[in-house]
């Protein structure tokens, strides 16, 4: 039988929490807002209806609409320590750790200590490795979704007392982190890196409350409780069920109402903490505290909380702070121990994020494309290796009919270019080809923001994938362009057919790739399978780390003669004009004055190509405002890029009140007609942070501006909430436009065009799946207006979903549900990523709307031993200061549970070499030799086994006598062990 979800409960719940709350709202009118724009979206949700309402719940709501107290570390971008800034600050100081350590390798001066990285921008970060010509948006945005993915948990986590170690829920909160730090490294390794990121969110969101709730700090510790990162050892001295804890505290701030009994014993406690009215505790326990926490209101009354500097032991914000940020640094080192650096990297989108990601029909027909493609991509790689700009993910997906797929995902560019050169044109039947099912899954495999190139000369057969290609590419901001050949009519079949089949296809089959390139930011050229390397150049200009979009439009139908305006930064690097369609004659004036026509090959202004229905004109290098002119009688698409690391991201983002106050991102289109909030963030700040914003602005097709924003920025990084009075319907991208350096404009536009709908579509978005189980996920849909029948589409890239509710119906600003059942194979592999597009049309087809799940497929983990690691034998004859002796140790790595599967050093850089043994009944050993110049007195050895656990031995000669003899037997510890085995007194191996 299938099991149903719980969690569908909780979502109906929050779902009528929030209807509940726009009606209080508007019955105490006026009421300040927890945030900007609280009353507009509390008022929204109240338009969907509410069915009942008990005094309890409204008492609940209320408080959480009207009181500006947290119960946790904010969510919000503000002073003070936020899950955000603590979440940010760990990310960067573990970077430049990693950074440091990489150049060291290579030979570079890297000098930026991992502490002073924690107040820069990521940027500034960056450039400190790599110089100013590597853009930080990748970097950036694999941080922001860290950071929604932490302050999410107080949304669909808000009544876990385990997320928030609440309640003493020491034992369940150390499992999800445990666990879901497992799952982060199978995700890794697995190249799942948006999955990791995801669930890396809702792990250190636990980890960091637990310095805030805890009386950790009151217990005068300074460093991390190591031993919430790993479930080898049981956590010890923890209060007793019936062990009073605090005292009663009737002020806000209660500095000494902690048991002296608890600190002398330092037994480790949390604060209780419920938002029900009718809420007990047990009987002299400490409560959470705050306005919102009702178990404070009994005694022992008040509460032990740190979140902020005003809450009742606000007095120790900063440490709790700070510990929470060693802590969330300490759980990344776990990490990148575990996946080793260049996973690491690449997780947190450190290597160069760019991909080379092709899609490629393999029909009869497609001999010279194929070749084509081939040579394009060997030129590409061969042409940036070593360079900032190598790609670091090959994905290549062919498709046929039936069949398409499998995906290669890469990082070794040989291996590319082996799958590439093996792909043979043969096949296809019929004209229409599986196009729109090889680019989904090229959309799922592919990085954010990347390029995507399809290669084809025929129109999809799969049409009605267009949908949730369209959802694939608003939720990943991927450009997509295809490279048409032969005007989709020469194909297999004898002339007459082609004839025939050539008059239905050009015009309205086209259109389908015409609108998808349009919507994504991309091209759709049409040229001769001849000119289809001179035509596919777009791509090798397009792989770059670094590339923005200035400007990008589409042509007035109504108009023949039209003027284009754009501003051009002394930052801006390689500028482009790309024109797709139908323009036939141009010319191009200067901030100068210069002039320079379609029609002159090489100007003074730049070089101009014309290949098929593609113009693109290489710019000669010249800040100021350009202007571009074009006569043409047919549409045409006009699209002006650069490299320049000053780009910029942004999220539609909703606030939510109550207990925990803070923004999340929405989940597919944001609603039309209602106002809005966007949270950019501006990536290239250098350490002048000579950039500011003047305006945002949404701006629809044939140059409307549809909404100017308000902006209001959020501290100096670089963070910007954008205040929208309304968010238009019709297609529209984000612009925005600001100063650099005080006085020069700089203007930045999104590639992918955005939708707004008056349909909005939920699902559960915390959820894990485990191999051989079937599933049964609730998801609603609500209407913003107009009511009706709505077509439901559940689709994923593995084929696991088996059924869904295909329609709902919903009456004027009301809600349906429905489900969808997926069954998951016994034979999945932990780590395994499942993406999943849930979509709602209108009958009329007129809007949809779209929820993008990604859900991992973990199998239940049982060891969690790290490998014992033994120093067995040390020899060493140095002497101080160092000459040129050298010294050496032999180990031994036992693991009883998972296989050893990595062996390397931290600290060291001598000579590291392991062999394998059998061990009998007690496993396979690993034998461990290690020889360095007495220079380098220490070492660090770590091994991993198959599931994620780091054990680590370590050594230093500095502490020993010279000797050759073995030294006696010493238990070994993993990382986080070394630190109990000192505290008890048990032999280390140093």
């Known amino acids: 039988q299938i099991p149903v979800l719980q969690r569908g409960v909780w979502f109906s719940f929050h779902l009528f929490i929030t209807q509940l709350a726009g009606a209080i709202i508007r019955i105490r009118s006026p009421i300040p807002p927890v945030i900007p724009g609280l009353n507009q979206w509390l008022n929204d949700r109240w338009n969907l ?19 500006p107290d947290a119960s946790a570390f904010s969510n919000l971008f503000s002073d003070g320590f936020t899950h955000p800034k603590i979440t940010q600050q760990a990310i960067l100081h573990k970077t430049a750790e990693v950074l440091s350590s990489l150049a060291q390798n290579q030979g570079k001066v890297f000098s930026l200590a991992p502490k002073d990285a924690e107040n820069l921008t990521p940027g500034e970060v960056l ?28 949304t669909w986590g808000i009544f876990s007392s385990q997320r928030h170690f609440d309640d003493e829920t020491f034992s369940q909160g150390r499992a999800l982190i445990v666990n879901g730090a497992l799952s982060v490294k199978n995700k890794i390794k697995a190249e799942n890196m948006i999955s990791a990121q995801l669930t890396l969110g809702t792990i250190l969101h636990t980890l960091q409350d637990f310095y805030s709730h805890s009386n950790w700090v009151e217990l005068g510790y300074k460093s991390p409780n190591h031993f919430l990162i790993q479930q080898s050892e049981p956590l010890s001295n923890l ?30 406690t949390s604060g209780y903490f419920s938002l029900s009215p009718f809420s007990t505790k047990p009987r002299g326990k400490c409560s959470h505290g705050g306005t919102f926490d009702f178990t404070s209101r009994s005694s022992p009354k008040g509460g032990i909380n740190k979140d902020s500097e005003t809450s009742n032991h606000g007095h120790l914000h900063k440490d709790a702070g700070d510990l929470a940020v060693a802590a969330s640094v300490e759980l990344l080192e776990d990490i990148r121990n575990a996946v080793g650096d260049d996973l690491f990297l690449r997780f947190l989108n450190l290597q160069s994020p760019s991909a080379l990601s092709f899609v490629i029909d393999t029909t009869g027909s497609m001999s010279n494309d194929i070749e084509g493609a081939k040579n394009r991509a060997f030129s590409i790689i061969d042409s940036k290796r070593g360079t900032p700009d190598e790609p670091s993910t090959y994905i290549l997906v062919p498709f046929n009919d039936p069949d398409f797929g499998p995906v290669l995902k890469t990082s070794d560019p040989e291996m590319f270019k082996q799958k590439i050169s093996a792909l043979t044109a043969s096949g296809g039947g019929d004209i229409p080809e599986m196009c729109l ?56 079949r004898g002339l007459q057919d082609q004839a025939q089949r050539s008059a239905r296809m050009s015009a309205s089959e086209l259109t389908i790739y015409e609108d998808l390139a349009l919507s994504s930011g991309g091209h759709a050229i049409r040229t001769t399978k001849s000119l289809l390397v001179n035509a596919s150049v777009i791509i090798e200009d397009s792989s770059t780390s670094a590339l923005v979009t200035v400007f990008q439009d589409r042509s007035d139908p109504a108009r023949t003669q039209q003027s284009f305006n754009f501003p051009v930064d002394s930052s801006l690097r390689n500028l482009t004009i790309y024109v797709s369609g139908g323009a036939t004659a141009f010319h191009i004036i200067s901030p100068h004055g210069t002039t320079q026509d379609s029609s002159v090959a090489q100007g003074l202004l730049g070089r101009v190509e014309h290949i098929g229905n593609l113009w693109a004109v290489y710019l000669e290098q010249e800040p100021g405002q350009w202007e571009f002119n074009i006569s043409s009688t ?37 609603l039309a007609g209602n106002n809005g909030t966007m949270l950019v963030t501006v990536t290239g700040m250098g350490a002048s942070r000579s950039l500011s914003v003047m305006g945002v602005t949404l701006r629809g097709l044939s140059g409307t501006t549809v909404t100017n924003g308000s902006v209001t920025p959020m501290g100096e990084l670089g963070q910007y909430l954008v205040f929208l009075s309304e968010v238009p319907g019709g297609q529209f991208s984000v612009l925005v436009k600001g100063l650099l350096n005080g006085s020069q404009v700089y203007q930045r536009q999104s590639s992918t065009m955005l939708t707004a709908s008056d349909i909005v579509v939920r699902t559960d978005l915390n959820i894990s799946l485990e191999p051989g189980k079937d599933y049964i996920i609730p998801f609603s849909m609500e209407t913003n207006g107009t009511g009706g029948t709505f077509s439901i589409s559940v689709r994923d890239d593995k084929r696991f979903v088996i059924n869904f509710t295909e329609s709902v119906t919903a009456g004027s600003n009301g809600t349906a549900r429905g489900t969808f059942a997926l069954s998951v194979p016994a034979t999945v592999a932990s780590g395994t990523d499942l993406t999943i597009t849930v979509e709602a049309q209108s009958t009329s087809n007129s809007d949809f709307n779209y929820a993008v799940l990604r859900l991992a497929i973990d199998k239940k983990v049982d060891d969690f031993v790290p490998p014992a690691c033994q120093v067995t034998h040390v020899s060493e004859n140095c002497s101080f200061p160092c000459g040129l002796e050298e010294w050496s140790l032999q180990a031994e790595i036992r693991d009883n549970r998972s296989a050893v599967v990595r062996v390397f050093t931290h600290l060291g850089n001598g000579t590291l070499n392991t062999t394998q043994e059998s061990g009998g009944a007690s496993g396979n050993v690993t034998l461990v030799s290690y020889s360095a110049s007495c220079c380098a007195p220490e070492v660090e050895i770590l091994a991993v086994d198959s599931v994620g656990n780091v054990g680590v031995c370590s050594h230093s000669i500095r502490s020993v006598p010279s000797s050759t003899s073995a030294p006696s037997a010493a238990p070994l510890c993993s990382i986080v062990s070394l630190l109990l085995c000192c505290l008890l007194g048990l032999p280390s191996p140093l």
Request: net charge negative.
């Open 49 to 67: 209806g509410i069915a009942m309402v008990t005094p309890s719940l409204i008492m609940v709501v209320l408080l959480a609409a009207v009181t």
């Open 127 to 154: 450039c400190e490795f790599y110089g100013e010509k590597v853009s930080a948006s990748a970097y950036e945005r694999a941080i922001l979704t860290i950071v929604f993915s932490n302050v999410a948990v107080d």
């Open 239 to 268: 209060a007793g069920e019936k062990d009073a804890t605090c005292n009663d505290c009737d002020t806000g701030t209660c500095m000494d109402n902690i048991l002296q009994d608890i600190l002398t014993q330092r037994k480790v």
């Open 437 to 492: 099912s090889g680019l989904q899954l090229a959309l799922i495999s592919t990085p954010p923001s990347s390029n995507i190139y399809v290669f084809t000369d025929a129109p999809p057969k799969d049409s009605y994938l267009r949908s949730t290609v369209l959802a694939l590419m608003e939720s990943t901001k991927s450009s997509v362009s295809f490279l048409l050949t032969g005007g989709l009519s020469r194909r297999r």
């Open 634 to 670: 047919q549409s045409y698409t006009i699209k002006v890029t650069g490299q320049s690391v000053i780009s910029f991201l942004y999220d539609f983002v909703t606030p939510f009140g109550g207990a925990h106050p803070g923004y999340t991102t929405i989940e597919g289109r944001p």
